[in-house]
């Protein structure tokens, strides 16, 4: 066996982070690409984070992944960020340079992008709903944006919250956005190409999401990002009305694939495989 790379640490950080399944991820990745490195999980609260990002820096590591509850701390402690982690003010991926600068990523707009493409081509002209006006809800203004939604309704349990939203990221996008309640959803369902679910309702532990799909026209697409349970009640729902439904393991997977690619310096890629040994992993 041929080992590249020379031994390259990263991490994934967060609190808890047991649960955390990007230790198998990237561990497939390492095993299918035989690179000499490693990802550890780093269980850390949220008052000694920056002191643990020091001291990973100082000790030789790539950089880290970062999850709940770190994300707009970790964008805040860098000393320059991409467009993604700006415009989320959050960032789940921080890259340590040899001149001593923290680098701030934010792949979950990327991942959430590419699992679109690959399940439905591109949005040209398509209305969305997306449900939830938290992180990941404005990484998928972006997404949508970037696939070329035309218009995305913004719902969420507090319409506050989405009227922000819509406000900071309308200078950003072409996509036009239309910020309301989740209670408005069945004005807006029937006209729906796409709904998204970018709430944590259906996550384990959490409530699922209350929502009668009845005007959703047969055509339309529904993505949870959920990926705890794989198949959420809506998703379930949605199967068992024909619908076109797609989990949150693809944005998964594919926000791990600029990480890998940035810590090890091998661009690896989205297979069956992966799916697969993650699916087992989740269902375990
Ligand atoms: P936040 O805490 O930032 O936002 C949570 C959102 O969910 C808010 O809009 C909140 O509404 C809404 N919400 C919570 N409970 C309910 C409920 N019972 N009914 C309706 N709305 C509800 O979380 P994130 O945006 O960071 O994460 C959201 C989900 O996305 C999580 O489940 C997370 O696991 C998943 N995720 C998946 C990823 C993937 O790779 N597949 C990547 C990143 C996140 P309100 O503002 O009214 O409280």
Do not use: C
């Not at 209305?127 to 998928?140: D, K």
């Amino acid at each position: 066996m041929t080992l590249t790379g020379a031994g390259k640490v990263a991490g994934v950080i967060g609190w808890p982070i047991i649960h955390s399944v990007s230790p198998a991820l990237h561990g497939y990745w390492l095993r299918e690409l035989d690179v000499n490195g490693a990802l550890v999980p780093l269980a850390v609260a949220r008052e000694n984070f920056a002191r643990v990002i020091r001291a990973l820096q100082q000790s030789g590591f790539q950089g880290v992944n970062v999850t709940l509850p770190h994300k707009e701390a970790a964008f805040a402690l860098a000393d320059q960020a991409d467009d993604a982690a700006k415009a989320a003010g959050a960032a789940n991926l921080l890259l340590f340079h040899a001149n001593g600068h923290i680098e701030a990523r934010n792949t979950d707009m990327v991942g959430l992008r590419e699992s679109l493409r690959e399940r439905l081509g591109g949005l040209e002209g398509r209305a969305v709903v997306l449900l939830g006006a938290g992180g990941a809800a404005r990484g998928a203004v972006l997404a949508l944006n970037e696939l070329g939604a035309a218009q995305i309704h913004i719902l969420n349990r507090h319409p506050d919250k989405a009227q922000a939203l819509a406000r900071a990221l309308t200078p950003l996008v072409k996509s036009e956005l239309s910020p309301g309640n989740l209670k408005d959803w069945a004005k807006v369902a029937g006209g729906a190409d796409l709904l998204v679910n970018a709430t944590s309702a259906g996550m384990k532990g959490h409530p699922p999401l209350a929502l009668d799909l009845a005007g959703l026209r047969a055509s339309a697409a529904v993505l949870d990002i959920v990926y705890n349970p794989l198949e959420t009640e809506l998703l379930k729902h949605v199967k068992t009305r024909g619908h076109t439904a797609i989990d949150g393991l693809g944005m998964l997977m594919h926000q791990a694939v600029p990480s890998f690619e940035a810590f090890f310096g091998v661009r690896p890629k989205v297979t069956p495989g992966l799916r697969a040994m993650l699916e087992q992993t989740l269902n375990a």
